[in-house]
């Protein structure tokens, strides 16, 4: 169960930094193309941008945010491992 539980865990992280990455890094790229046909943009298109623009001006929050509840993800599943385990002794 421990191995599964950090499986979990290390993919979730890597899932959310990943994402990091993406409206770091992609997705202003694809806003500079998407902004050069000159046409109206969907609302969900608009709102991914919008989310890109706040991790690019506030990324000294944003990541350490991250970091932080990946941690906090982690000690959660693996306290209430421990104390299941404790329990049944």
């Given at each position: 169960m421990r191995l599964l539980t950090s499986i979990v865990c290390a993919?979730?992280?890597?899932?959310?930094l990943a994402g990091f990455c993406a409206m770091y890094w992609w997705?202003?790229?694809?806003?500079?193309v998407a902004l050069g046909f000159g046409t109206e943009l969907?609302?969900?298109q608009v709102?991914?941008?919008?989310?890109?623009?706040i991790t690019i001006n506030?990324?000294?929050i944003v990541l350490p945010a991250l970091l932080a509840i990946?941690?906090?993800l982690c000690r959660v599943?693996?306290?209430?491992?421990?104390?299941?385990?404790?329990?049944?002794?």
């Amino acid at each position: 169960m421990r191995l599964l539980t950090s499986i979990v865990c290390a993919g979730m992280s890597v899932t959310l930094l990943a994402g990091f990455c993406a409206m770091y890094w992609w997705v202003p790229r694809i806003k500079f193309v998407a902004l050069g046909f000159g046409t109206e943009l969907p609302g969900w298109q608009v709102l991914l941008f919008t989310l890109s623009d706040i991790t690019i001006n506030y990324f000294y929050i944003v990541l350490p945010a991250l970091l932080a509840i990946c941690y906090g993800l982690c000690r959660v599943a693996f306290a209430s491992e421990n104390e299941s385990s404790r329990t049944e002794s």
